[in-house]
Nanobody, 115 residues
Framework: IQLVESGGASVQPGGSLRLSCVASQSIFACYDMAWYRQAPGKQRELVATMAVGGGRDYVDSVKGRFSISREGAKNTLYLQMDKLKTEDTAVYYC??????????WGQGTQVTVSS
C-alpha cells in the first residue's frame, strides 16, 4: 500500500487548506486512518483519526478547526484545516493501520502558516 499526500502550502494565519491522501488501493474498509504532523524540533503528533466504522477524533488543539473525512470511491482521505494558526506549521503525514498492526505512512506534505 502506498499513501501519497498533497495540498500543503504556505498560508497566512486564519487561512484554510485541504490536504489529500490518496491510497494505492481500497483500504478504508480494513484500515483506521489518521493524520499526524511533525513540527521542527518536535515529536510527531497525532492530529486526527478516522476509524473503519467512521468514528472521528481530534487532538484538542485542532478541535473545531480541522475536519477529517474520506471518499471511498477515490481512495482518498482528507484533512480540511480552517482558521490556521502559526503553531499548525508542520509536515503533515497520512497514516493507515489495521488490526494486525500493519502500518503505512505517506511521505508528508509541508504546511506553513506565517504572516
Amino acid at each position: 500500500i502506498q499513501l501519497v499526500e498533497s495540498g500543503g502550502a504556505s498560508v497566512q494565519p486564519g487561512g484554510s487548506l485541504r490536504l489529500s491522501c490518496v491510497a494505492s488501493q481500497s483500504i478504508f474498509a480494513c484500515y483506521d486512518m489518521a493524520w499526524y504532523r511533525q513540527a521542527p524540533g518536535k515529536q510527531r503528533e497525532l492530529v486526527a483519526t478516522m476509524a473503519v466504522g467512521g468514528g472521528r477524533d481530534y487532538v484538542d488543539s485542532v478541535k473545531g478547526r480541522f475536519s477529517i473525512s474520506r471518499e471511498g470511491a477515490k481512495n482518498t482521505l482528507y484533512l480540511q484545516m480552517d482558521k490556521l494558526k502559526t503553531e499548525d506549521t508542520a509536515v503533515y503525514y497520512c497514516n493507515a493501520k489495521n488490526l494486525a498492526n500493519c502500518e503505512y505512512w505517506g511521505q508528508g506534505t509541508q504546511v506553513t502558516v506565517s504572516s
